[in-house]
């Protein structure tokens, strides 16, 4: 089984627990509030590594204590992170409100991952195996994706892009893409196709992808599910699994993470698709981004238990 490299932001988290999120110009009260580890990179590697995968994390961390902590906590995981670059200055940030429902609001601000920068990456080729896959987001510097993006492509790598923030990508990048899992939001402002839930908005927002070059893609649809077409035009409607939702803040990173430790481990993609819902289920079953993320007997437990 080979290696994921997971290029991307870590962050702090500091999430603030409302009875609802506050409209311009209001002050509300938090119920509670927790400062854990985050960011999307970081979030989809322990994902990953908790399903059993190997993870090698590639990113920019600060010169202060949250930094030891973060880097700390993926040590615990068993990620490597001999990649991983300290810069002057302070971790990246993310002030997270999250609602009754489980729904979060988040504001991010890049610290040391903005600081990244290309000759941080230019040992990627060192890193790779015969099956390794890289696993990339959009919070740190877009040139830096990009790179990292290329170079994968160029030494054989597949390339699974969660274009998370969303932005304009470069049409030349779209064949360049192995996996592409894109939430509604996110789906919407890449392939300008609004997904209402309707079949055929779907097919219209993935076909479209597909057509760019990307050789599969998955749209995570939250409590609908997720919606899954590959070149071959295969297409696999996955539901989500019915639990009460505390918070949803890590919920797609874990699908994304999870879904390419099944992978690894050699399993269908419809499987993967099954083994990623659950792990996400799990996850939005209880508070936090990292520590809401279910290991692999976790995960296999509650399959079980739902079939």
Request: aromatic share 6%; with cysteine; net charge negative.
């Amino acid at each position: 089984m080979g290696n994921i490299i997971t290029v991307g932001s870590m962050n702090m988290d500091f999430v603030y627990y409302v009875s609802r999120h506050p409209l311009p110009g209001e002050t509300v009260h938090s119920v509670r509030t927790e400062t854990k580890a985050g960011g999307k990179g970081a979030n989809q590697a322990v994902a990953a590594a908790l399903s059993g995968a190997e993870v090698t994390m590639v990113g920019a961390l600060g010169k202060d204590p949250y930094s030891e902590d973060v880097l700390a906590g993926l040590h615990g995981h068993g990620i490597d992170t001999s990649s991983i670059v300290l810069v002057n200055g302070a971790i990246g940030t993310a002030f997270i409100t999250v609602d009754a429902s489980g729904q979060n609001s988040i504001v991010l601000n890049g610290g040391a991952n903005a600081q990244l920068k290309v000759q941080d990456l230019t040992r990627l080729p060192e890193l790779f195996e015969p099956s390794s896959v890289m696993l990339l987001q959009n919070e740190i510097p877009w040139v830096c994706t990009q790179y990292a993006i290329e170079t994968a492509h160029r030494c054989g790598v597949p390339v699974c892009f969660n274009p998370a923030p969303a932005l304009t990508i470069p049409l030349r990048l779209f064949p360049l893409i192995d996996t592409m899992v894109l939430n509604e939001t996110e789906a919407a402002w890449v392939t300008g196709v609004k997904l209402d839930g309707d079949e055929s908005a779907l097919r219209q927002a993935a076909g479209a992808l597909i057509r760019s070059g990307v050789k599969e893609v998955i749209l995570t649809l939250g409590d609908k599910g997720s919606f899954y077409m590959n070149e071959q035009e295969e297409i696999i409607h996955t539901p989500a699994f019915k639990v009460n939702v505390e918070d949803t803040t890590a919920a797609g990173d874990t699908f994304i993470g999870s879904f390419l430790a099944a992978r690894q481990k050699g399993m269908s993609t419809e499987s993967c698709l099954q083994w990623a819902s659950a792990a996400s289920a799990i996850a939005v079953s209880r508070a936090g981004a990292q520590s809401s993320i279910p290991d692999a007997e976790e995960v296999e437990a509650f399959l079980k238990g739902r079939a």
